[in-house]
């Protein structure tokens, strides 16, 4: 049998090079990116501590503008007093009380309706994705209940109806289904919650000018809030819900997170592990056609040997 090795060789080369190449190409492509910034039109709300009183006429209203079964377990059946997020609460004021000092605060909780949201990238079906205006919905019709966004979720928000046969994720959803509809139809400019608050502790707006807002009570009362921050504004890629407060924010129930989210993180880990799977796929694809090549040369030979010796028996 013959082979033609230079030939060979340049295959190799070219078939190397080709797929070499290609590995880079995917390397590149595949590169970690700078994390998306909020929708241009984002909206979202800004709480202050300093002007809550406790009064619960935004939990009121979001049950009732929800249609969810008040919560009245802690009071036999009597008062709505939830303790916590739940599948008949979207949002809780809670109390914050200091053991060893005068410290106290209100402090309300809801879905954070983050800029990278960790339950939309937890999700394997996007039965949650980000809405138009940045809003975090919830798609019943492609959800599994497999719950990996209450794992992904840093603030513990998405509840799963385990009682139901019929199970949903609950959280809130900014009132979406009136939000910005015409009175008549049932709609409203803004969310329930916003919508009652007697003191502004909660406002509604465009997220930037929230946090124009924000940083202008920052400026004209120096050393009213923690830390001169506002919460939300980076914290785990940012969020939509900022909050302004007086003890610290981790005293409240909200952690301290990195700048980036744990969604661009996970993320980047994707690309690296895709990147340099290319390579091994691309070095079997070369050995693949270096066979395929070398079965081709041999096929080849067999022929030739066969016809020759053929014409001798002629």
Known sequence: ??????????????????????????????????????????IGMLYDTTKCIGCKACVAECTKVNGLTPDTRMSGGIWQMPTGLNTDTKNVIQLYQAEDTDDWSYVK??????????CVDGCPFHALRKEEKGIVTWDGSRCIGCRYCQVACPYEVPKFEWEEFNPKIVKCEFCRHVLGKPAEEGGQPEPGCTAVC???????????DLLGEARTRLADT???????????????????VLYLSHVPFEKIGLPELPRESSA????????????????????????????????????????????KGLKEQL
């Open 1 to 42: 049998m013959t082979t033609d090795k230079t030939v060979s060789r340049r295959r190799l080369l070219g078939t190397v090079g080709g797929y070499l190449g290609a590995t880079a190409l995917g390397v590149a492509v595949a590169s970690p990116q700078e994390e998306a910034p909020p929708p241009p039109d984002a």
């Open 109 to 118: 909780h809801q879905c954070m309706h983050c800029v990278d949201p960790a």
């Open 198 to 208: 007697p003191t502004g502790a909660v406002i509604f707006g465009q997220r930037e």
């Open 222 to 240: 120096p050393g009213k809030y923690y830390d001169e921050r506002i919460y939300g504004e980076v914290e785990g890629g940012g969020t939509q």
């Open 264 to 307: 661009h993180t996970s993320k980047k880990i994707h690309r690296f592990f895709t990147s340099w799977l290319v390579f091994p796929v691309a070095l079997y694809a070369v050995f693949a056609s270096l066979i395929k090549l070398n079965w081709k040369e041999h096929e080849d030979d067999v022929a030739r040997v066969e016809a």
